[in-house]
T-cell receptor, first 111, second 117 residues
Framework: ETGVTQSPTHLIKTRGQQVTLRCSSQSGHNTVSWYQQALGQGPQFIFQYYREEENGRGNFPPRFSGLQFPNYSSELNVNALELDDSALYLCASRRGNNEQFFGPGTRLTVL | AQSVTQLGSHVSVSEGALVLLRCNYS??????LFWYVQYPNQGLQLLLK??????LVKGINGFEAEFKKSETSFHLTKPSAHMSDAAEYFC???????????????FGQGTILTVHP
């Protein structure tokens, strides 16, 4: 059984650009969540997808959007990047009400 | 609404000493509570969780935590620290299974544990 994988591992963008981060869920997992972890902080919930539909959102603006695909892989898109978007972005997946497993994260730096 | 407060951003212990990391939570619904560990440049690994039933929960690597509803606490302990325990630890809360907030974790700020030889 493969774990949760994320790509890329590191990314550097400039302010105003757009970025897409990718997550491949663990096999059989139908729910994926994304979290933002700023340096020195705990992760913050961005949103969750279940069966390709957004199923809950944290306190993040609309320029943070996502997609979940039929194979349960997913994307996090961020438009109009700001300096404060620099963070580690974590993806987590689970099946039903079972434990969720986290990927290693993508480190985004916005200059 | 849910929130988590971890008391102490840094905790330092000697190898072999007791580890105690404090976590208090607030939740408007019966909570599920979690402790995660994060090693440098890695994702989060679940140490243990409380859902229902027994309030003393045992996890991996010798860690355990006790859910105390009256104190709204879920402190993490380990009787004897190892060098390999040095990492950052996060307490988290979510709503219970079947509720709308299930799986949407609210994390504390984290506690960095340092273990001295």
């Amino acid at each position: 059984e493969t774990g949760v994988t994320q790509s890329p591992t590191h990314l550097i963008k400039t302010r105003g650009q757009q970025v897409t981060l990718r997550c491949s869920s663990q096999s059989g997992h139908n729910t994926v969540s994304w979290y933002q972890q700023a340096l020195g902080q705990g992760p913050q919930f961005i949103f969750q997808y279940y069966r390709e539909e957004e199923n809950g959102r944290g306190n993040f603006p609309p320029r943070f959007s996502g997609l979940q695909f039929p194979n349960y892989s997913s994307e996090l898109n961020v438009n109009a990047l700001e300096l404060d978007d620099s963070a580690l972005y974590l993806c987590a997946s689970r099946r039903g009400n079972n434990e969720q497993f986290f990927g290693p994260g993508t480190r985004l730096t916005v200059l | 609404a849910q929130s988590v407060t971890q008391l102490g951003s840094h905790v330092s212990v000697s190898e072999g000493a007791l580890v105690l990391l404090r976590c208090n939570y607030s939740s408007s619904v019966p909570p599920y509570l979690f402790w995660y560990v994060q090693y440098p440049n890695q994702g989060l690994q679940l140490l243990l969780k409380y859902t229902t039933g027994a309030t003393l929960v045992k996890g991996i690597n010798g860690f355990e935590a006790e859910f105390k509803k009256s104190e709204t606490s879920f402190h993490l302990t380990k009787p004897s620290a190892h060098m390999s325990d040095a990492a950052e630890y996060f307490c988290a809360v979510s709503g219970n299974a079947g509720g709308t907030s299930y799986g949407k974790l609210t994390f504390g700020q984290g506690t960095i544990l340092t273990v001295h030889p």
